[in-house]
């Protein structure tokens, strides 16, 4: 099993910069990519941005130029740096892990953008 924790969530006004962490514990040797989702009020959840165990990163369109993932091997930690945020960026975060075809969700942390 996977444990992960996400943190760094709060509130941040229109225009400004989070950085969300999650880390991972328990049995999380082998995870073979990382990433976020996230899911707003009222919305479905969405792919937000991956990044596999070699450091090739991806992100869900609107996050393109926005957000930067990256990732510390070594504390098997992934981290989401947001920038420029918006009004429709508010939503819980969730931190997702794959290993082996197997999926493991974090519990969410909340970002709010608001005024």
């Known amino acids: 099993q996977v444990q992960l924790a996400e943190s760094g969530g709060g509130l941040v006004p229109p225009g400004g910069s989070l950085r969300i962490t999650c880390v991972a514990s328990?049995?999380?040797?082998?995870?073979?990519?990382m990433g976020w989702y996230r899911q707003g009020p009222g919305k479905r959840r969405e792919w937000v941005a991956s990044i596999t165990f070699d450091g090739r990163t991806s992100y869900g369109d609107s996050m393109k130029g926005r957000f930067n993932i990256t990732k510390d091997n070594v504390k098997t930690a992934v981290y989401l740096q947001m920038h420029s945020l918006t009004v429709e960026d508010t939503a819980v975060y969730y931190c997702?892990?794959?290993?082996?075809?197997?999926?493991?969700w974090g519990t969410g942390t909340l970002v709010t953008v608001s005024s």
């Open positions: 997702n892990a794959r290993k082996f075809s197997v999926d493991y």
């Open positions: 328990g049995n999380e040797r082998n995870i073979q990519e």
